[in-house]
Nanobody, 118 residues
Framework: QVQLVESGGGLVEPGGSLRLACVAS????????MGWYRQAPGKQRELVAV???????NYADSVKGRFTISRDRGKNTVYLQMNSLKPEDTANYYC????????????WGRGTQVTVSS
């Protein structure tokens, strides 16, 4: 059974920083892409950032220059460093990964809440 568990969310003032982490555990042979999505109340879930198996990255326009995605392959972990946070970044942030356990499947974490407010 594969699990993705996020951590690092919380309340931060505008202009502040947070670092999210997502750890994949279970019977994992290899991991393809890993990424972060977010969903604000009343809005659709949207892609924030993704990193491929070759470590290429892609970001939503709204976070370019402020957020950085990275991964530690040895720890099956993906990070999201969020700087210069804005109130509009407030959302539940979900980890997503494509994992091979005998077949390729896409997995989701349960999310971690990020609130940007003064």
């Amino acid at each position: 059974q594969v699990q993705l568990v996020e951590s690092g969310g919380g309340l931060v003032e505008p202009g502040g920083s947070l670092r999210l982490a997502c750890v994949a555990s279970g019977t994992i042979f290899t991991i393809g892409h890993m990424g972060w999505y977010r969903q604000a109340p009343g809005k659709q879930r949207e892609l924030v950032a993704v990193t491929s198996s070759s470590s290429s990255t892609n970001y939503a326009d709204s976070v370019k220059g402020r957020f950085t995605i990275s991964r530690d392959r040895g720890k099956n972990t993906v990070y999201l460093q969020m700087n210069s946070l804005k109130p509009e970044d407030t959302a539940n942030y979900y980890c997503n990964a494509e994992i091979y356990t005998g077949s390729w499947k896409t997995y989701w974490g349960r999310g971690t809440q990020v609130t940007v407010s003064s």
